[in-house]
């Protein structure tokens, strides 16, 4: 079965351990409703928050919901002046039957300014 990569991002509400929870909890949920995925079809995580965010690891909220056996990463989002600020971004690698066009990405809050944030080269 292919692995397929499925992004998505969110913002916290504040700098506290619960809002990062919180925000991270319903984003992996969204993006798992809207692929139709188990939990055993996630391979692994990799999680980024931007500097603002220091409460707690939003990969502590995916073992919350049940990923005991995906790995799990926490890193340090660039800090690029005007980026969105206490953002939480995810990259799930899933095996899945699926094509990568298939795939539906979240972007939830403030996040969903991402979405148009790169211009197409020239």
Not at 43 to 48: K, N, Q, V
């Amino acid at each position: 079965m292919p692995v397929r990569g499925l992004r998505g991002a969110t913002t916290a509400e504040a700098n506290t351990a619960d809002a990062i929870f919180a925000a991270t909890r319903e984003l992996l949920a969204q993006l798992v409703s809207a692929n139709g995925l188990e939990v055993d079809d996630i391979a692994s995580a990799f999680f980024t928050a931007t500097p603002d965010l220091t409460a707690g690891f939003p990969a502590a909220a995916a073992r919350q919901l049940g990923w005991t056996h995906a790995a799990l990463i926490d890193a340090l989002e660039v800090a690029v002046p005007g980026d969105v600020p206490r953002c939480i971004r995810v990259l799930l690698h899933v095996n899945t039957g699926k094509r990568q066009d298939q795939m539906q990405f979240v972007y939830l809050r403030e996040a969903q300014s991402l979405r148009a944030t790169v211009p197409p080269l020239a």
